[in-house]
C-alpha cells in the first residue's frame, strides 16, 4: 500500500471520529446542561450563554433544588414515581404477554380471515393517537374508570407497532423445530413458551423498553383522564412547576432530571438487546 493511501486512509478515519464526537456532544449537550442547571441556585441559571466551563458546570453548586422537589408537601414528587413506575410497568408486562401471543397467532396459527384482520390492524397505525383521544375519554367516562389506574393501563395495552414486529420475528422460526416440538407430546401453549419466546428475547426487550419509555413520558392522555392529584403522573406533575405566577426552572430541571435516571440505567443495562433488536427487526421487516 502507498504510503499517500495509507495517509488519505488514516485522514479518513480521523475526520470520521471528529464526526462522531460532534454528533455525540450535539445530543449529550442538553442533558449535560440539565443536570448542570438542576444544581444552580435559580439566579445562575441564566446567567452564563457563552462557550465556556460555566455554561454546563454551576459555579455555586446546591442541591437545594432536589429537596425542593422531593419534600414538596403540595407536590408529593416521590408518590408521582411510584404512580407512573407502577402504571408503565404494568403496562409494559401486560404488552409483551398480550401482543407475544396475537404476534404469534398472526405467524404460525391458520384460521379463517387471518390476512384481512392483520390488515385491519396494520392499518390502526396510520391513525393518530390524537384522533382517538375524545372516543377513548369517553368510554373510559361511561365505564366509570376515570381518575383510576385502569384509564391509564387498559388503553396502552395493545401495541400495533408491537404486534407487528413480533410476527417478523416468530415468522423467522422454522416450522419444522415446531412440528417435531408437538410429535414430542409438547402443547402449543408449551411450544410457544419454550420454543417461539426465547427465540424472540431481543424483539421482547426491544418493545418493552419503547413502551416502558412511551408511558414513563406519557403526558396528554393522563392529563386528561386523572384530576386526582396523588394519582397523576411524573410528566403532569413536572408541569406543576409552571403557574401564572411564574416557573421555576431550577426545580423543573432537578425534577426532569430525576425522571430521566429510570430510563437512562434500564437503557443502559439493556442497550446490547434492543439494537440488536432494532437491527435484526430492520433486516427481516
Known amino acids: ?27 449529550v449537550g442538553p442533558i449535560l446542561w440539565m443536570i448542570g442547571g438542576s444544581f444552580r441556585p435559580y439566579q445562575e441559571l441564566f446567567k452564563y450563554t457563552s462557550l465556556q466551563i460555566h455554561l454546563l458546570l454551576p459555579v455555586e453548586w446546591t442541591t437545594r433544588n432536589y429537596h425542593n422537589v422531593i419534600f ?13 413506575l407502577f402504571v ?6 401486560l404488552v409483551l404477554v398480550i401482543n407475544s401471543m396475537v404476534a404469534f397467532a ?29 372516543p377513548n375519554y369517553l368510554l373510559m367516562h361511561d365505564l366509570g374508570w376515570l381518575n383510576s389506574y385502569k384509564a391509564l393501563i387498559v388503553p396502552s395495552m395493545l401495541s400495533v407497532f408491537g404486534i407487528f414486529m413480533l410476527r417478523q420475528f416468530f415468522a423467522e422460526v422454522p416450522n419444522e423445530i415446531m412440528e417435531a416440538a408437538r410429535i414430542d407430546g409438547a402443547s402449543l401453549p408449551r411450544t410457544f413458551v419454550s420454543i417461539v419466546l426465547p427465540a424472540a428475547v431481543p424483539a421482547l426487550i426491544t ?13 396528554l ?23 401564572n405566577e411564574g416557573t421555576d426552572w431550577s426545580k423543573i430541571l432537578a425534577a426532569n432530571t430525576i425522571s430521566t435516571v ?13 439494537i440488536q433488536g432494532i437491527t435484526m427487526s430492520g433486516v427481516k421487516g
Open 1 to 27: 500500500m502507498r504510503e499517500g493511501d495509507l495517509s488519505v486512509k488514516r485522514l479518513y478515519a480521523a475526520c470520521r471520529i471528529l464526526l462522531m464526537i460532534l454528533i455525540g456532544l450535539i445530543s
Open 72 to 84: 414538596n408537601a403540595r407536590n408529593p414528587f416521590l408518590r408521582y414515581i411510584w404512580n407512573t
Open 88 to 93: 408503565a410497568s404494568t403496562v409494559t408486562a
Open 106 to 134: 398472526f405467524a404460525k396459527l391458520r384460521f379463517r380471515f387471518k390476512s384481512f384482520v392483520f390488515a385491519l390492524f396494520m392499518s390502526a397505525m396510520i391513525i393518530p393517537g390524537e384522533v382517538t383521544l375524545v
Open 207 to 219: 418493545l418493552g423498553l419503547m413502551t416502558f419509555l412511551g408511558n414513563w413520558d406519557s403526558y
Open 221 to 243: 392522555w393522563p392529563l386528561i383522564v386523572i384530576n386526582d392529584q396523588k394519582m397523576q403522573m411524573i410528566q403532569v406533575a413536572i408541569s406543576a412547576f409552571s403557574s
Open 262 to 274: 429510570p430510563i437512562l440505567l434500564l437503557f443502559l443495562f439493556l442497550q446490547r438487546y434492543y
